[in-house]
Nanobody, 114 residues
Framework: QVQVMESGGGLVQAGGSLRLSCAASGSIFSSGVMSWYRQAPGKQRELVAAISVGDRTNYADSVKGRFTISRDNAKNTVYLQMNSLKLEDTAVYYC????????WGQGTQVTVSS
């Protein structure tokens, strides 16, 4: 059974940091592009960052220099380190895996307060 599960969200003050984790089934993790998306209230879901099997990364302009995506193949986990958080980073963050199909996690809430 394919599983994608996020964790690490929470409430943080502006300027603070959080690290999100996404654990995926081994069968898809080793072959998949892993991505983080986010969706704020009233807005469309948007790509935040992505990492390929070969560790090539891609970031949204709004998070470049503040967020870092990485993967640990031994743990079947991808991370999103978020630094210098801003109010506008508040959203539900979703992990997506593209392998033989597209798999989504259930999302984790990140709330940045002033």
């Amino acid at each position: 059974q394919v599983q994608v599960m996020e964790s690490g969200g929470g409430l943080v003050q502006a300027g603070g940091s959080l690290r999100l984790s996404c654990a995926a089934s081994g069968s898809i993790f080793s072959s998949g592009v892993m991505s983080w998306y986010r969706q704020a209230p009233g807005k469309q879901r948007e790509l935040v960052a992505a990492i390929s099997v070969g560790d090539r990364t891609n970031y949204a302009d709004s998070v470049k220099g503040r967020f870092t995506i990485s993967r640990d193949n031994a743990k079947n986990t991808v991370y999103l380190q978020m630094n210098s958080l801003k109010l506008e980073d508040t959203a539900v963050y979703y992990c997506m895996v593209v392998a033989d199909n597209i798999y989504w996690g259930q999302g984790t809430q990140v709330t940045v307060s002033s």
